[in-house]
């Protein structure tokens, strides 16, 4: 992977990490400084990492126009998760506890889902619902396509 643009020198990859060795879920969208995955985690179809290409454990690690960059992208992500999915809420989160290389969560979040209203993270308050995790996992191919054609850079004149 090439050095992210404000990262420090050095750090473009670490040994074992796993979001230096593997993309980290579906790959929606690969950018020069981070790339868009979309999780995979059970119950919770919508849920959408932004991760930094190059291995950065601290969101003060970046210099401002990369700390810009990569909100942009979550920016974009947020924006098309709530023009497609219309969800109750969305949950972003820079945690790093467990995994530290910076990645922002970008969750779609329904009254209906069996964690609302507390994190993902937290124990279930009822079972999930079936019929609505199947209805929205059948419009996360569009949410992928769209997220990846905003994330595009514009053509040259």
Same mark, same amino acid.
């Given at each position: 992977?090439?050095?992210?643009?404000?990262?420090?020198?050095?750090?473009?990859?670490?040994?074992?990490?796993?979001?230096?060795?593997?993309?980290?879920?579906?790959?929606?969208?690969?950018?020069?400084?981070?790339?868009?995955?979309?999780?995979?985690?059970?119950?919770?179809?919508?849920?959408?990492?932004?991760? @930094?290409?190059? /291995? *950065?454990?601290?969101?003060? !690690?970046? $210099?401002?126009?990369?700390?810009?960059? =990569?909100?942009?992208?979550?920016?974009?992500?947020?924006?098309?998760?709530?023009?497609?999915?219309?969800?109750?809420?969305?949950?972003?989160?820079?945690?790093?506890?467990?995994?530290?290389? @910076?990645?922002? /969560? *970008?969750?779609?979040?329904? !009254?209906? $889902?069996?964690?609302?209203?507390?994190? =993902?993270?937290?124990?279930?308050?009822?079972?999930?619902?079936?019929?609505?995790?199947?209805?929205?996992?059948?419009?996360?191919?569009?949410?992928?396509?769209?997220?990846?054609?905003?994330?595009?850079?514009?053509?040259?004149?």
């Amino acid at each position: 992977m090439s050095q992210l643009a404000g990262a420090p020198a050095g750090e473009a990859q670490a040994t074992g990490c796993p979001l230096c060795q593997a993309d980290g879920g579906l790959l929606v969208a690969r950018l020069p400084n981070c790339r868009v995955i979309r999780a995979l985690e059970p119950g919770f179809p919508a849920f959408y990492r932004v991760v @930094l290409q190059a /291995h *950065v454990a601290e969101w003060t !690690d970046l $210099d401002e126009p990369a700390q810009w960059a =990569v909100m942009r992208t979550v920016n974009t992500v947020e924006r098309c998760l709530r023009e497609l999915l219309s969800p109750t809420k969305i949950n972003l989160a820079a945690l790093g506890n467990v995994v530290p290389h @910076l990645h922002w /969560h *970008v969750i779609a979040r329904f !009254d209906w $889902d069996s964690h609302f209203p507390a994190p =993902v993270w937290s124990q279930a308050l009822r079972d999930a619902a079936p019929h609505h995790l199947a209805t929205l996992d059948a419009r996360l191919a569009e949410v992928d396509s769209l997220i990846a054609r905003r994330l595009q850079p514009d053509p040259a004149p």
